[in-house]
């Protein structure tokens, strides 16, 4: 367990300073803002750190809305990865309020004790998880290089404490053909509203022949506009899951012969065009999961048994491109959402409630203490340390 000194003082930040940091949430929460523009959020979310003496590096990567700030010099470098991205038309139904807010709670705790325990304390502030990949993006951009463990949370229906996620990839499908009137020329045309119709037929069929744990789901964003003229351009985008990345390669090759088939069997010209990076699938490192989940019940929440984990719904997140380069954890914190999960409007509403806000200092406490006990045991922390020597060497 961790020293009574370092986990005291950790703890006793987070509670005193529980108004702003619920504050924060309330305010991100209640100005939702989309992937790359979340302006007011980062903005907000940066300056309750830089009151408490943290250096700040903003546009981090060459993103307008990351950013890095950092507090302390000690060998061993923690990322607290802060969201605060929404959803189109729903708000934070996925809660990254409580993200944002968290992972400030956790910065500002583990600075308290920051030199005693020789830390570097890293807020990273990671815009677009939603749609885009913020992280990857930072990753390649060298936000991360540094830095030895990774750190950050995720509310839902339930406590987890070593949450999983699924790969993940995206795509823009562009059809091409020639446009007429639909009565007095069709023959004329090429379809490309053909071209979506066989293509999800064709998806369709693949399903039944789908590994566990794929799927896909998409949506038509241009199929027309008028009724009496044959679309000379459409539109899918689709969204590949797996268990893996090695899965999801598979997968999206064959949802390539669909994507070919629509074309083909229209005459039209098509493009395939990713949205964003790929999203790999979530490995928590076992250590700081079942460090977490000890704090989890010390707090007196009740984490899924690890044999039942496997068994949940999952999604995706580009946490898990993080996790495959530096040890980290994305557990979640479950609020009481009346039985509704993420991405659902009555999530939303949740997601400012009071369970939420219990949600934020439980998250940090929990957090922060995890970070405390990996400091403290030696053969853990030269565990991280090593790596990120390895990686950098």
């Known amino acids: 367990m961790p020293s009574a000194t370092a986990a005291t003082s950790v703890e006793d930040a987070v509670t005193r300073r529980r108004g702003d940091l619920v504050e924060l949430s309330h305010a991100i929460h209640a100005e939702p803002e989309l992937a790359f523009e979340e302006h007011r959020s980062c903005a907000k979310t940066q300056a309750l750190v830089a009151e408490h003496g943290f250096e700040m590096t903003s546009s981090a990567g060459g993103l307008d809305t990351a950013f890095r700030a950092s507090y302390g010099s000690g060998p061993l470098v923690v990322g607290i990865c802060a969201e605060y991205d929404a959803l189109p038309g729903m708000g934070h139904a996925c809660g990254h309020n409580i993200i944002a807010a968290s992972a400030v709670g956790t910065a500002l705790a583990l600075a308290e004790v920051a030199d005693r325990l020789g830390l570097t304390v890293v807020l990273v502030g990671t815009p677009a998880e939603e749609a885009g990949g913020g992280k990857a993006l930072l990753l390649d951009a060298g936000v991360f290089d540094d830095i030895a463990t990774a750190v950050m949370l995720h509310p839902g229906p339930v406590d987890i404490a070593a949450a999983r996620s699924l790969a993940l990839s995206e795509v823009n499908i562009t059809y091409t053909g020639r446009e007429s009137h639909a009565a007095v020329a069709p023959y004329l045309g090429v379809n490309a509203g053909d071209a979506v ?17 794929q799927m896909v789901h998409g949506i038509v964003t241009d199929g027309g506009q008028a009724t009496n003229v044959i679309p000379g351009r459409a539109e899918l985008r689709y969204t590949m899951r797996a268990q893996d990345s090695t899965s999801l390669r598979g997968l999206e090759d064959r949802m390539a012969g669909c994507f070919r088939a629509g ?10 065009a990713e949205t964003a990076p790929a999203y790999a699938e979530l490995t928590p490192d076992h250590w700081l999961a079942e460090t ?13 048994p690890a044999e039942l984990e496997a068994a949940v719904p999952l999604g995706s997140t580009d946490m898990g491109n993080v996790t495959h380069v530096v040890p980290g954890i994305h557990p979640v914190v479950g609020i009481d959402a009346g039985g509704a999960s993420i991405h659902q409007p009555q999530f939303a509403a949740a997601a400012a409630g009071p369970s939420a806000d219990r949600a934020v200092v439980d998250g940090a406490v929990m957090l922060a203490r995890t970070v405390v006990r990996l400091a403290e045991t030696p053969a853990e922390r030269d565990r991280v340390l090593q790596r990120q020597a390895r990686r950098a060497s």
Do not use: H, K, N, S
């Open 197 to 213: 119709t066989v293509t999800q037929v064709a998806i369709g069929l693949l399903r039944q022949q789908l590994a566990p744990g």
């Open 292 to 304: 977490f989940r000890e704090e989890m019940q010390r707090m007196g929440r009740t984490p899924l």
């Open 263 to 272: 074309a083909v069997a229209t005459g039209c010209e098509y493009e395939v």
